[in-house]
């Protein structure tokens, strides 16, 4: 019989489903107050939704033995997507929605040998509004979630910033041949793979300076304009990242806008975030997200509807950061409950009457000798003290 959970899969202690249920719900709360409701998707899915449409790679996805091609959901945004524009299609937009639950990646480990990636994600999505509001929405409601955390300045909490039109506006002046690959050397900072690459010398070494452009978004903005003029992508871009600069400043989060970056899933057709703090040994990447329109588009009968933006916080990434320097409260222990002569039903009704005051307490089913003798088991155990009953 083996002892050891699958590679990849996760033992949780107490301690981590505890933290990790109050991370949940201070979350749940922001997402409610900001009007989004909770839906839960489903764990298992088609592997068409959960690739969408190449969007994420078939070798990422946890297959099922299945009559038909199934899989684990590697994150909640498509199987939300494709919801939303189904049984949820009479339902008036923007639809707001927010869910949380525990998703599955494969990836290869040493040896060829397939791993799997377990992890807790929370998040919303906003479909059906196309216009720059809901990037902005996005973005303040995940300033406002961002300040119920418990961050503190020595995480350096960083909002990196990107937008997929960017990329195609920088690399228009290519040959259509040649951008694909020069995208993903960009988005991989790979100068070696820039270098490699069959393009003039000039051209070359203007896609090795986007590698460092990046920076305050103002600056950053300023350069882009010189290389791709005044469009509106950019004037929209500023006037969003101007709207949320002041929620930032205030929750001490740092704006970083940069051309280059695309989160690891490539759902993402504009507008692109990840929010970054600083751990004890490296960053930590505690959210990401941004605009799928071309995703809803895959399900959606209604092209004025396809749209949809939404972030997920990774629930155990901001539980270890947080722990790293300083231990979150735990709920309170429980009282140990004893009695001298063993007396159960006596145990159970002073149980009973901690449980209705809103107390935790545990039943010592045996014997106890003595009230210091309870005292040191409840200590053994970890309880707060012991309640004897001598009689």
Same mark, same amino acid.
């Given at each position: ?9 996760? $033992?949780?202690?107490? #301690? ?6 109050? %991370?949940?719900?201070?979350? *749940?709360?922001?997402?409610?107050? #900001?009007?989004?409701?909770?839906? $839960? ?8 939704? @959960? ?5 994420i790679a078939g070798r990422e996805v946890v297959r099922l033995a299945a009559d038909e091609p199934l899989g684990l959901r590697p994150e909640l945004t498509a199987s939300i997507a494709r919801a939303a524009c189904t049984r949820l299609a009479d ?5 707001? +929605? #927010? ?10 480990? &040493? ?7 377990? *992890?807790?994600?929370?998040?919303? &999505? ?19 979630? =961002? ?12 909002? %990196? ?12 002046? %290519? ?23 069959? +393009?003039?010398? &000039?051209?070359?070494?203007?896609? =090795? ?24 992508? @950019? ?5 969003? +990242? ?12 740092? @704006?970083?806008?940069?051309? =280059? ?19 004890? $040994? ?38 270890? @950061? ?21 007396? %159960? ?42 309640? #004897?009953?001598?009689?």
């Amino acid at each position: 019989m083996a002892l050891q959970p699958a590679a990849g899969a996760r $033992d949780r202690n107490p #301690w981590e489903v505890d933290s990790n249920r109050r %991370l949940r719900a201070q979350l *749940a709360e922001v997402y409610r107050l #900001w009007g989004y409701q909770e839906v $839960d998707p489903p764990t298992i899915e088609r592997l068409d939704t @959960l690739e969408a449409g190449g969007a994420i790679a078939g070798r990422e996805v946890v297959r099922l033995a299945a009559d038909e091609p199934l899989g684990l959901r590697p994150e909640l945004t498509a199987s939300i997507a494709r919801a939303a524009c189904t049984r949820l299609a009479d339902r008036p937009r923007p639809l707001r +929605l #927010w869910a949380d639950g525990v998703t599955f990646r494969s990836s290869v480990a &040493e040896g060829d040998g397939q791993r799997l990636h377990e *992890a807790i994600q929370s998040g919303v &999505e906003l479909l059906g509004e196309p216009s720059a509001a809901a990037d902005r929405e996005l973005m303040q409601l995940l300033l406002a979630a =961002t300040a119920t955390l418990g961050l503190r300045p020595e995480h350096q909490p960083t909002l %990196l910033v990107g937008h997929h039109g960017l990329l195609d506006a920088l690399l228009e002046p %290519l040959p259509e041949a040649q951008r694909s690959v020069t995208r993903r050397a960009l988005t991989d900072f790979d100068p070696l793979a820039l270098a490699q690459l069959p +393009l003039p010398e &000039e051209q070359r070494q203007r896609l =090795t300076a986007l590698l460092t452009l990046r920076g305050e978004p103002a600056s950053v903005l300023a350069e882009l304009e010189q290389w791709i003029g005044r469009v509106p992508l @950019l004037e929209s871009l500023a006037a969003t +990242l101007a709207a949320v600069a002041p929620a930032a400043e205030r929750q001490g989060v740092r @704006l970083q806008l940069d051309p =280059t970056f695309q989160p690891h899933f490539d759902l993402y057709d504009g507008l692109v975030l990840k929010l970054v703090c600083q751990g004890a $040994d490296a960053p930590v990447a505690i959210a990401s997200g941004g605009r799928y329109d071309g995703l809803v588009r895959r399900f959606s009968a209604d092209p004025d509807q396809a749209a949809g933006t939404g972030f997920g916080f990774a629930i155990e990434a901001i539980r270890d @950061l947080l722990q790293q320097h300083a231990p979150q409260s735990q709920a309170p222990a429980p009282w140990l409950v004893a009695s001298g002569k063993g007396d %159960l039903e006596a145990v159970l009704g002073r149980m009973a009457e901690l449980h209705q005051a809103g107390e935790a307490a545990e039943l010592h089913g045996r014997p106890c000798n003595s009230e210091a003798e309870a005292e040191q088991l409840a200590l053994l155990r970890g309880c707060r003290g012991a309640i #004897w009953l001598a009689g």
